[in-house]
T-cell receptor, first 114, second 114 residues
Framework: EPEVTQTPSHQVTQMGQEVILRCVPI?????FYWYRQILGQKVEFLVS????????KSEIFDDQFSVERPDGSNFTLKIRSTKLEDSAMYFC????????????FGEGSWLTVV | ELKVEQNPLFLSMQEGKNYTIYCNYS?????LYWYRQDPGKSLESLFV?????AVKQEGRLMASLDTKARLSTLHITAAVHDLSATYFC??????????????FGKGTKLTVNP
């Protein structure tokens, strides 16, 4: 079964450093998302991306965050200057074109900011 | 703003017993998703419910959607230990042209005891 893949699975970074989380969505999907889950809490929407631009973002997704689809297959989340509170599991997700299709999640990238 | 409430948040049950998890949401939507998450793992799609009265079953799990009551249920029949996990419901806000930002409940942590 096709799947969303994410790298790295776990990254430890120092506060203030830049981090790039990478995702390869399912190949025929058109809508891409980043969500995050702070340990023990619910899953929160960060940003959605369609047709090479952000279609919606949450208030969590401030100026320190950016997304990019540099080469038509990868989908990246950059956190410019990490803070302790950015420590979380970050999930990439993708969906095929039709509304109501299943949104598939990757295995997640666990980010620890120290 | 769409709010999604799940209850109970914690559920401990014995093998062989039946139980129901409830998911209420605050604004009109006819698209609701159930996901399963094992500790430290990703979100596995269980059910996509797309219309009022939709009922889907897979093994010992059955999900239903009542859009008029803004309520979905996940019913567990004759629980087994392998069902121990956290179950999330997630709801789409009214469709606005493709971004489908899911709003998640807090999750129900299910523990099935022998």
């Amino acid at each position: 079964e096709p799947e969303v893949t994410q790298t790295p699975s776990h990254q430890v970074t120092q506060m203030g450093q830049e981090v790039i989380l990478r995702c390869v969505p399912i190949s025929n999907h058109l809508y891409f998302y980043w969500y995050r889950q702070i340990l023990g809490q619910k899953v929160e929407f960060l940003v959605s991306f369609y047709n090479n631009e952000i279609s919606e973002k949450s208030e969590i997704f401030d100026d320190q965050f950016s997304v990019e689809r540099p080469d038509g297959s990868n989908f990246t989340l950059k956190i410019r200057s990490t803070k302790l509170e950015d420590s979380a599991m970050y999930f990439c997700a993708s969906r095929a074109s039709e509304a109501g299709n299943t949104i598939y999640f990757g295995e997640g990238s666990w980010l620890t900011v120290v | 703003e769409l709010k999604v409430e799940q209850n109970p948040l914690f559920l401990s049950m014995q093998e062989g017993k039946n139980y129901t998890i409830y998911c209420n949401y605050s604004t009109t939507s006819d698209r609701l998703y159930w996901y399963r998450q094992d500790p430290g793992k990703s979100l596995e799609s269980l059910f996509v419910l797309l219309s009022n009265g939709a009922v889907k079953q897979e093994g010992r799990l059955m999900a239903s959607l009542d859009t008029k009551a803004r309520l979905s249920t996940l019913h567990i029949t004759a629980a087994v230990h392998d069902l121990s996990a956290t179950y999330f419901c997630a709801v789409d806000p009214p469709f606005r042209g493709g971004s489908e930002k899911l709003v998640f409940g807090k999750g129900t942590k299910l523990t099935v005891n022998p």
